[in-house]
């Protein structure tokens, strides 16, 4: 498959690197050699220098031979105007575009078919939405919803007050009284499947656990984690990551106040949200916070265009005992570093693009069996898919255990209807049901049939 790349900034690139390790072939456009120069030196990639936009520029970069252009400048005009020239060049080509101003969300939906557009992302609304899900669920590090909203993978930290904290995997059952499933372990940087009940978990780990929705509760309530309802929260940074986070957070009947340094950006977040609180100031000022009483708010999400101050205020609300701390994080690639604070949950915008957009690329490539849906976990070490079972689908109505999976492929759980079961030897799959699958394999699972030897 020929995919064009238009933009390499941080999506473009982290596109560029996921997209050219499966395989694909990837052409990348932009306006910068410098740029272009690294992307080259980096990857497997050709590159065309210039204005993405253009139809000369399209037409060097091979867009009547390509499958898919993905545009992903920051400016979205230029994004739709590349999308639309490409698609007018070659109709059968599909189109990806980065839209990130509300204001064009409604008639971008509503002109799609004008635009040539196959598919929409934007990264600082789907960061939002990935936040709320966390505060609407006190006590987990980050969720991932399968099947609908019927079943989950969630990430817990094991610390020293840990009721798991040098728990053998066989004893976890007797303190957690649900069914669930380990399917990783990240331990000093690295994943770890445990494959016995002997494996015991340390400090600091942090573990990756499937379990229906319904059970989240208990497994919470078990491991002694406080899940009171999130009901004041306080946005560090005015963006529109806190714009989209605001608005649905007010819907939700939460208290949300924002604090922005720009007066003239305060002004239009008073005229968008004119039932939030917006104060004019700087973050990172000790007496403002204080002022604002910060250690009675239930949740503080740090949303400011600054990783290093979004990591510096994530670490002071969480010594004052703010319940739940969200940090949002442009560049996640030293997890070392990262893991050795204590930032609460990270939310990486960009990450979440990339793992929507490399779903529907192998969906192109597979229309048979494809991934509903693609979670990346363990810092990206470990994938997480949904399938559904269909007639193609081998190994229908065979117990687990009489099958041969891939080395390192794990069946995690099973859907049928409303009803969610964590797999076993006994479990069995039908035409019909939804899989979750593992796999620390990166782009070796494509379509349900590659989970088998």
Do not use: W
């Not at 204080?290 to 265009?305: F, I, K, M, N, P």
């Amino acid at each position: 498959m020929n995919i064009i790349i238009a933009g390499d900034g941080k999506v473009g690139s982290a596109l560029t690197r996921q997209l050219t390790s499966e395989g694909y072939d990837v052409t990348v456009i932009d306006s910068n050699p410098q740029v272009l120069e690294s992307s080259v030196e980096r990857y497997d990639v050709t590159s065309v220098q210039g204005n993405c936009a253009a139809m000369s520029v399209l037409l060097q970069a091979g867009v009547k031979d390509a499958d898919l252009l993905i545009a992903a400048t920051n400016a979205d005009e230029v994004n739709l105007l590349c999308c639309t020239t490409a698609h007018a060049l070659n109709p059968r080509l599909h189109t990806i575009a980065r839209i990130r101003n509300p204001e064009y969300s409604d008639q971008i939906y509503r002109m799609r078919d004008v635009f040539g557009l196959s598919m929409i992302f934007n990264p600082e609304q789907q960061a939002a939405r990935e936040i709320e899900r966390l505060l609407k669920y006190p006590g987990f590090l980050r969720r991932d919803v399968f099947a609908q909203g019927r079943t989950e993978i969630v990430e817990l930290r094991i610390d020293k007050n840990s009721k798991l904290l040098n728990v053998r995997l066989i004893d976890m059952m007797g303190i957690i009284k649900c069914r669930v499933l380990v399917c990783a372990v990240l331990r000093d940087g690295s994943t770890v499947v445990p494959n016995s009940g002997d494996f015991t978990f340390r400090e600091g780990d942090r573990i990756f656990v499937t379990a229906p929705t319904k059970d989240l509760t208990t497994l919470l309530k078990n491991l002694g984690i406080i899940t009171r309802r999130v009901r004041r929260v306080l946005l560090c940074g005015g963006g529109r990551v806190s714009f989209y986070l605001a608005a649905a957070l007010e819907k939700s009947g939460i208290s949300v106040q924002i604090i922005e340094k720009n007066y003239d950006r305060c002004q239009e977040l008073c005229a968008q949200l004119p039932e939030v609180d917006i104060i004019h100031g700087d973050s990172s000022d000790l007496e403002l916070l204080e002022s604002q009483r910060l250690s009675e708010y239930d949740a503080v999400v740090t949303l400011t265009g600054e990783d290093e101050l979004n990591m510096i205020l994530s670490l002071y609300a969480g010594s004052v005992g703010i319940p739940q701390v969200i940090t949002k994080l442009g560049h996640a690639s030293s997890r070392s570093i990262i893991d050795s604070l204590n930032l609460g949950s990270v939310v990486c915008p960009k990450d979440l693009c990339v793992s929507n957009i490399v779903r529907y690329v192998r969906a192109m490539q597979n229309q048979t069996g494809a991934a509903v849906s693609v979670h990346a976990i363990a810092d990206g070490q470990v994938e997480a898919m949904e399938f559904l079972v269909d007639e193609n689908t081998k190994n229908c109505d065979t117990p687990l255990k009489n099958l041969k999976p891939k080395a390192n492929v794990l069946i995690a759980s099973i859907t049928r209807g409303s009803k969610t079961e964590i797999a076993n030897g006994d479990s069995m799959f039908h035409k019909g049901d939804t899989l979750v699958v593992v796999t620390n394999g990166r782009g070796a699972v494509r379509q349900l049939n590659d989970i088998f030897a």
